[in-house]
Nanobody
Framework: VQLQAFGGGSVQAGDSLRLACTASGSTFSRYVIGWFRQTPGKEREFVAAIRGTGGPTKYADSAKGRFTISRDNAKNMVSLQMNSLKPEDTANYYC??????????????????WGQGTLVTVSS
């Protein structure tokens, strides 16, 4: 599975962005897709994930109430709608595919395939 993330950009605090992750291959619906983010000097952290069939989902506390993950398996695409962005959301965002169980959705070592990052910059 090859993943490609896009949709990053530079926005002001309070603005919204929609990231997208597209994938090659016909087995896309088998995979949990997760979003992770990383800033220089910090460890990569979990943001959100969604099961292959489109549910359930899991969010980091920092994302709850502001971010929404969804997927369209017909288009091999997972989206991350990010609202009310804050400067601390600034990071490179990565999508990943794996087969973790729900309780392990946030564990990056359960994801086998990773896309390149897309940079989100939020200014105050």
């Amino acid at each position: 599975v090859q993943l490609q993330a896009f949709g990053g950009g530079s926005v002001q605090a309070g603005d919204s962005l929609r990231l997208a992750c597209t994938a090659s291959g016909s087995t896309f619906s088998r995979y949990v897709i997760g979003w992770f983010r990383q800033t220089p000097g910090k460890e990569r952290e979990f943001v959100a994930a969604i099961r292959g069939t489109g549910g359930p989902t899991k969010y980091a506390d920092s994302a709850k109430g502001r971010f929404t993950i969804s997927r369209d398996n017909a288009k091999n695409m997972v989206s991350l709608q990010m609202n009310s962005l804050k400067p601390e959301d600034t990071a490179n965002y990565y999508c990943a595919a794996g087969t973790p169980i729900l309780s392990a959705f946030s564990s990056e070592n359960m994801y086998y395939y990773w896309g390149q990052g897309t940079l989100v910059t939020v200014s105050s």
